[in-house]
């Protein structure tokens, strides 16, 4: 009973977090109702394909949500392709070799071009295909908030200053969060998508050989994967034993500080957010209700609304 009556409450506040969330911002979830009214079908029939085909995947959509939203607001800039005369966001440093999804991307945005032509923004779309991917991995769901318009140019030198980095401090966390007006609760929620995903070996090297707030068993076992030098772009799960499942098992592992970021272990060592971590571990109902309402806000950075930027008939590049 005291079970269900907490849980109750933690789906009560994830409710009114939403609202708010929504509230606050100028998009709205029926944005296409009359315009595009399968839209949210569509995209989630290609998300399920591509899902199905390689679990993974939802890891890459969400990041590249994340990566497209830190960068000049949700504007669908990262999915832009340079050009002889443009040099975009997808060869920054964070995303180099790394960001990947766009040609499901590309998929979704052709299916429903045939539905609904010159209608629904890249940006939309992104927005809409990180939900569905973590619903897909068993994680929570939530009411995207819907209307962006997608940019016309991109910025590499505005990705390689504004994503935070794997080496990040957790002051350094709190203040990259901050300055998109996400709390620190936003930021250690939102670093739960790392419960699904690989990282590669580069990003982690430095952690599992230099930092002393590692398990010993853990370091020792990524070592085989990423040696001291060379195979920088071996890949290893972020979260060891359920890397393709959407779960509270990222903060069970940064209690016992197996964390496979030195910015994942930040968020517990001796800090801040030790307890909202420890929660976290404890009741995944409050992390799936944190994360929910904290994606929502995400999704609201600076987005680009009535005749700001365009609707991307190639979300790889501008209109003619």
Same mark, same amino acid.
């Given at each position: 009973?005291?079970?269900?009556?907490?849980?109750?409450?933690?789906?009560?506040?994830?409710?009114?977090?939403?609202?708010?969330?929504?509230?606050?911002?100028?998009?709205?979830?029926?944005?296409?109702?009359?315009?595009?009214?399968?839209?949210?079908?569509?995209?989630?029939?290609?998300?399920?394909?591509?899902?199905?085909?390689?679990?993974?995947?939802?890891?890459?959509?969400?990041?590249?949500?994340?990566?497209?939203?830190?960068?000049?607001?949700?504007?669908?800039?990262?999915?832009?392709?340079?050009?002889?005369?443009?040099?975009?966001?997808?060869?920054?440093?964070?995303?180099?070799?790394?960001?990947?999804?766009?040609?499901?991307?590309?998929?979704?945005?052709?299916?429903?071009?045939?539905?609904?032509?010159?209608?629904? @923004?890249?940006?939309?779309?992104?927005? =809409?295909? $990180? %939900? +569905?991917?973590?619903? *897909?991995? #068993?994680?929570? /769901?939530?009411?995207?908030?819907?209307?962006?318009?997608?940019?016309?140019?991109?910025?590499?030198?505005?990705?390689?200053?504004?994503?935070?980095?794997?080496?990040?401090?957790?002051?350094?966390?709190? @203040?990259?969060?901050?300055?998109?007006? =996400?709390? $620190? %609760? +936003?930021?250690?929620? *939102?670093? #739960?998508?790392? /419960?699904?995903?690989?990282?590669?070996?580069?990003?982690?090297?430095?952690?599992?050989?230099?930092?002393?707030?590692?398990?010993?068993?853990?370091?020792?076992?990524?070592?085989?994967?990423?040696?001291? @030098?060379?195979?920088?772009?071996?890949?290893?799960?972020?979260?060891?034993?359920?890397?393709?499942?959407?779960?509270?098992?990222?903060?069970?592992?940064?209690?016992?500080?197996?964390?496979?970021?030195?910015?994942?272990?930040?968020?517990?060592?001796?800090?801040?957010?030790?307890?909202?971590?420890?929660?976290?571990?404890?009741?995944?109902?409050?992390?799936?209700?944190?994360?929910?309402?904290?994606?929502?806000?995400?999704?609201?950075?600076?987005?680009?609304?009535?005749?700001?930027?365009?609707?991307?008939?190639?979300?790889?590049?501008?209109?003619?």
């Amino acid at each position: 009973m005291a079970a269900a009556f907490c849980l109750d409450r933690v789906l009560a506040f994830c409710f009114l977090a939403l609202l708010a969330c929504a509230a606050d911002g100028q998009l709205s979830p029926t944005f296409y109702s009359s315009t595009c009214p399968n839209l949210q079908s569509i995209v989630r029939s290609a998300m399920t394909q591509a899902v199905n085909k390689e679990r993974r995947m939802a890891a890459s959509i969400l990041r590249l949500f994340f990566h497209d939203c830190f960068v000049s607001g949700c504007d669908g800039s990262i999915l832009l392709d340079d050009t002889s005369t443009f040099t975009g966001e997808k060869n920054a440093g964070p995303n180099a070799n790394s960001v990947r999804g766009f040609e499901v991307i590309d998929t979704i945005k052709s299916n429903v071009e045939t539905a609904c032509k010159a209608t629904v @923004s890249c940006a939309d779309i992104l927005a =809409l295909a $990180a %939900r +569905d991917g973590v619903v *897909l991995l #068993g994680g929570p /769901t939530w009411t995207v908030q819907l209307g962006r318009r997608d940019a016309t140019t991109a910025s590499q030198s505005s990705a390689n200053s504004n994503l935070p980095s794997p080496g990040s401090s957790l002051s350094q966390l709190i @203040s990259s969060f901050s300055s998109k007006g =996400l709390s $620190a %609760r +936003d930021m250690t929620a *939102l670093s #739960g998508a790392h /419960t699904i995903g690989q990282a590669r070996c580069t990003t982690f090297r430095s952690h599992i050989y230099n930092d002393a707030n590692v398990d010993a068993s853990f370091a020792s076992t990524h070592k085989h994967t990423c040696p001291a @030098s060379g195979g920088d772009s071996n890949l290893a799960p972020l979260d060891l034993k359920t890397p393709t499942t959407f779960d509270n098992r990222y903060y069970q592992n940064l209690v016992v500080r197996r964390g496979l970021l030195h910015s994942d272990q930040e968020l517990f060592n001796k800090g801040s957010q030790d307890s909202l971590v420890r929660q976290y571990s404890t009741n995944a109902a409050a992390f799936s209700c944190d994360f929910a309402a904290a994606m929502v806000k995400m999704g609201n950075i600076s987005p680009l609304t009535g005749t700001k930027g365009e609707i991307r008939l190639n979300c790889r590049k501008v209109n003619n």
